[in-house]
């Protein structure tokens, strides 16, 4: 089973700051990493798929990198509306395994 | 419009069974793999299981499989999660999902399931 470590665990940040998140998984899983961002009350939404593809509709603010074992997601310019917890999520293989989570808050 | 609708959450009483639904629609249902992935009230997510299109193949996060089935009935647009032998530590919010395999862009709303006496 892969382990995802994810962090950090929570972040404050200001609008219009640079936001980074980083998850490191214990097996090599090419580039088999999915970002979902989930709001209070909401389903999580899928923002960025295997590959680093932004998902249509997501805005370029958003972005991710990493290849193997170590990987980014990248919010540039963050605004008020993307508050909520961020999970990484590994698709190379079953069981499909997540990080922890990280909870943004705009001050 | 893709819509995945859970029902069937509630209070149980450890040691019971339950059944969730997921009824789909606004796609093909029998061209994609679905899964189940839960979120306890810590926030933590898991990956519960998947099927194969055609109901043919299986599979379970090894510390469920013991106790969690999934089905589907692709008549029905239908996917299920048979729950057995429930603890307290099966209390979440439980969603329906659709792929492309192990990357799912589209969530139901989630189903609460509570285990408690």
């Known amino acids: 089973e892969t382990t995802v470590t994810q962090s950090p665990a929570s972040l404050s940040m200001a609008v219009g700051e640079k936001v980074s998140i980083s998850c490191k998984t214990s097996?090599?899983?090419?580039?088999?990493m999915n970002w979902y961002q989930q709001k209070s009350g909401e389903a999580p939404k899928l923002l960025i798929s295997e590959g680093n593809t932004l998902r249509p509709g997501v805005p370029s603010r958003f972005s991710s990198s990493g290849y193997g074992t170590d990987f980014v997601f990248t919010i540039n310019n963050v605004l008020l509306g993307d508050e909520g917890i961020y999970y990484c999520q590994q698709s190379d293989n079953v069981p499909y395994t997540f990080g922890a989570g990280t909870k943004l808050e705009l001050k | 419009e893709v819509q995945l609708v859970e029902s069937g959450g509630g209070l149980v009483q450890p040691g019971a069974s339950l059944k969730l639904s997921c009824v789909a629609s606004?796609?093909?249902?029998?061209?994609?793999?679905m899964s189940w992935v839960r979120q306890t009230p810590g926030k933590t997510m898991e990956w519960i299981g998947d099927i194969k299109y055609d109901g043919s193949y299986t599979n379970y996060a090894p510390s469920l499989k013991n106790r969690f089935t999934i089905s589907r009935d692709n008549a029905k647009s239908t996917l299920y999660l048979q729950m057995s032998n429930v603890r307290s530590e099966d209390t979440a919010t439980y969603y329906c999902?659709?792929?492309?395999?192990?990357?799912?862009?589209?969530w139901g709303q989630g189903v609460m399931v509570t285990v408690s006496s």
């Open positions: 606004g796609f093909t249902f029998s061209d994609y793999w």
């Open positions: 097996t090599d899983i090419d580039d088999d």
């Open positions: 999902t659709r792929g492309p395999t192990g990357s799912w862009g589209y």
